[in-house]
């Protein structure tokens, strides 16, 4: 009877430690259909194919839900833009009821462009043509894009008051309102699933070239000090873009929240840069990603301890 009780006792203990061992990490994202979804997806596939975690995603309505559920410790990581991480730590703008104070930086993923999408048979070749058109507006559920497209626009001397504002609550939503013919224009990340499905339903999309001179380019700092410009080429996988053009850009950037423990930040910051290859073949935007810069300086922003050690031990910290 007690041998018994003690191999009772024993298996017990195995399956609580088992289960200990088998830890769980969320990703916040926006809704399916976006590169974040989708980038954060394979990350989360890569996660529990190389480590005993298990990574799973939770759609959200849209940044600010993403970086409340990161900040608050309802979700441990989340791949932004990091303009939106800036303001979110510093409480600006969206943010301004208060500070996201619990935002830490893991790792840069790449650089990631955007750019303004039409129809290919709308007729609308440059952005100061969007004068006197339908441009998504509003945002209400991705506050982001009123600051993207209006940054955009500016490159091209084209403000609010030049277009004609359609209401969209997002991304999806402002996508799929472009497809059913009732909006000209709205923005997207290059390489996005959905302007891909866009492209098919309607007969081609394209993206708009931004002007690159200086007064073009200040005139999009003025509203979005972090972006930059890109030259981006035709590839396979990129709906919308049939010869090289410039393109506003961001970097993506991994955030963590100040509560994760740092060896599931050493731990998740290896998987991604260790498996380059494996998250390539899932979506070839990791394939711009640097193995040798996976960290950068941002004003306001703090790297998380536990991505700090893995930096410093392989050789990549600059302080």
Known sequence: MMKKTLTTLAAALTLISTTASAQMLSFATPPQGSVWNTMST??????????????????????????????????????????????????????????????????????????IFVRKDSGINTIADLAGKRV?????????????ME????????????????????????????????????????GGPKVSEVDASVGGVKFLPVPTDEAAQDAMLKVRPAFYITEVYPAPHIAGIDEPISMVTWDNVLVVGKHVSDEQVYKTVSAILENKDELSAIFPGFRTMSLDEPSKAYPGLEYHPGAVRYFKEKGLWHE
């Open 42 to 115: 394979a990350v989360a596939n890569v996660i529990r194919s190389k480590e005993n975690v298990n990574a799973l995603v939770q759609p959200y309505s849209g940044n600010r839900a993403m970086m409340d559920a990161v900040d608050q410790g309802l979700a441990e990581f989340a791949i932004n833009d990091v303009n939106d991480v800036i303001i979110a730590a510093q409480g600006r703008f969206d943010y301004e009821d208060r500070a996201r104070s619990n935002l830490r930086v893991a790792m840069v993923i790449n650089p990631q462009p955007i750019g």
């Open 136 to 148: 998504a507006s509003g945002w209400n559920a991705f506050p982001l894009g009123r600051s993207h």
């Open 151 to 190: 940054a955009m626009m500016a490159t091209g001397g084209v403000s609010w008051d030049d277009v004609q504002q359609v209401p969209v609550p997002d991304l999806i939503r402002a996508a799929d309102t472009l497809a059913s013919g009732r909006l000209d224009a709205t923005f997207f990340a290059v």
